[in-house]
């Protein structure tokens, strides 16, 4: 059980193109997922909460406008680059957790290379 | 804010031989989960450690929680090339927030 699913798992684009990654909890509902952005061999930082229902919650110095997060259902939720720049490209993950201080579940995670 | 260190940064081992990584929080945890990340892959949950001084294994891995519930270590017996990737530990802060320590890349000479 605790499946999620990422999708794409990778994007090669232009430069100023938007980009949407979605993620999916497919046996179990998660009002809470996370998105993280991970470096090579560096590790996961936490980029923004996303809450079904409301707005995301974004860690200090993640611009909102630039990264759009929706969480319209209880087992889906969309992470939006928006006019992706090459200092955009990165290694995205999503996670959901089954509740609060639970383990978190990871996606397959999503290369984005922007040319 | 709450900080979570790892060390060491990386270990190349011979097969066979052990493995040890090491982390540390600035504040007192709840509780304290490893995920391992395969290279190219996603972090998966190995574990997670709730009560003081708690140590659990699965199979050639022991995991040890601090008495203060401020640091843990995970310890690999007679490692495998399958032992390859990257291991995390990380605590919860805010709720359900996770902070990840830099994370420890483990690679097996065979």
């Known amino acids: 059980g605790a499946v999620v699913s990422q999708h794409p798992s990778w994007v090669i684009c232009k430069s100023g193109t938007s980009v949407k990654i979605e993620c999916r909890s497919l046996?179990?509902?998660?009002?809470?997922m996370f998105w993280y952005r991970q470096f090579p061999k560096q590790s996961l930082m936490l980029m923004a909460t996303s809450n079904e229902g409301s707005k995301a919650t974004y860690e200090q110095g993640v611009e909102k406008d630039k990264f759009l997060i929706n969480h319209a259902s209880l087992t889906l939720s969309t992470l939006t680059v928006t006019s992706a720049h090459p200092e955009d490209s990165s290694f995205y993950i999503c996670?959901?957790?089954?509740?609060?201080?639970?383990?978190?579940?990871f996606g397959d995670g999503t290369r984005l290379s922007i040319l | 804010g709450q900080q979570v260190m790892q060390i060491p940064q990386y270990q190349h081992v011979q097969e066979g031989e052990d493995f040890t990584t090491y982390c540390n929080s600035s504040t007192t945890l709840s509780n304290i989960q490893w995920y391992k990340q395969r290279p190219g892959g996603h972090p998966v949950f190995l574990i997670q450690?709730?009560?003081?001084?708690e140590v659990k294994k699965q199979k050639r891995l022991t995991f040890q929680f601090g008495e203060a519930k401020k640091n843990s270590s995970l310890h690999i017996t007679a490692t495998q090339t399958t032992d390859v990737g990257t291991y995390f530990c990380a605590g919860p802060t805010n709720g359900n927030k996770l902070v990840f320590g830099a994370g420890t890349i483990l690679r097996v000479k065979s």
């Open positions: 046996d179990f509902q998660a009002t809470t």
């Open positions: 996670s959901a957790t089954l509740g609060v201080l639970r383990p978190q579940h």
């Open positions: 450690l709730v009560k003081s001084g």
